[in-house]
T-cell receptor, first 112, second 115 residues
């Protein structure tokens, strides 16, 4: 069991470039989440999904899009990267709400 | 607005000393409460959680937490800290079903352990 994996681990973008972060889980979890972590701000929820084909907005969704075409994968897209999106991005999954969330190792993104 | 407060940004303790990390929440009902730990360069790992019942919850790595409804607190404790406990600790509140399917995290407490 790999648990939750994230690709890539690190990326540098120029302002205006686009990219997609991939999250994969092999635990057959229904729920998946994308967070960003910034110094002094804890983790903030960007988007989440309660099942294949569904997505919903979290606290800080602006500038991001997501897709959940397969149950095991949750993609986070940045269409036009901005320096304010420099952050560490974490994906998590859980069996359902109120259950333990399992986190991936994170993707460090630097936008110049 | 619902919130989670961890008043201590940074705590330093000596190895072998006891530890208490504070967490307070602002919420209209008893939420589901979690403590997660993040080692440097790693993702978050669940230490323990409280849903209902006994207000003293045991977790992994020798940690425990006590839910106090009157104080809206869920403080994390460990009687004797090990150097490997140096990490960042996050308290989190699950707002389901009032605010569907979301965890709200505190801003974290960084623990430094001196030998």
């Amino acid at each position: 069991n790999a648990g939750v994996t994230q690709t890539p681990k690190f990326r540098v973008l120029k302002t205006g470039q686009s990219m997609t972060l991939l999250c994969a889980q092999d635990m057959n979890h229904e729920y998946m989440y994308w967070y960003r972590q910034d110094p002094g701000m804890g983790l903030r929820l960007i988007h989440y999904s309660v099942g294949e084909g569904t997505t919903a907005k979290g606290e800080v969704p602006d500038g991001y899009n997501v897709s959940r075409l397969k149950k095991q994968n949750f993609l986070l897209g940045l269409e036009s990267a901005a320096p304010s999106q420099t952050s560490v991005y974490f994906c998590a999954s859980s069996y359902s709400s109120r259950q333990t969330q399992y986190f991936g190792p994170g993707t460090r993104l630097l936008v110049l | 607005a619902q919130s989670v407060t961890q008043p201590d940004i940074h705590i330093t303790v000596s190895e072998g000393a006891s530890l208490e990390l504070r967490c307070n929440y602002s919420y209209g009902a008893t939420p589901y409460l979690f403590w997660y730990v993040q080692s440097p360069g790693q993702g978050l790992q669940l230490l323990l959680k409280y849903f209902s019942g006994d207000t003293l919850v045991q977790g992994i790595k020798g940690f425990e937490a006590e839910f106090k409804r009157s104080q809206s607190s869920f403080n994390l404790r460990k009687p004797s800290v090990h150097w490997s406990d140096a990490a960042e600790y996050f308290c989190a509140v699950d707002l389901s079903p009032y605010n569907t399917d979301k965890l709200i995290f505190g801003t974290g407490t960084r623990l430094q352990v001196f030998p």
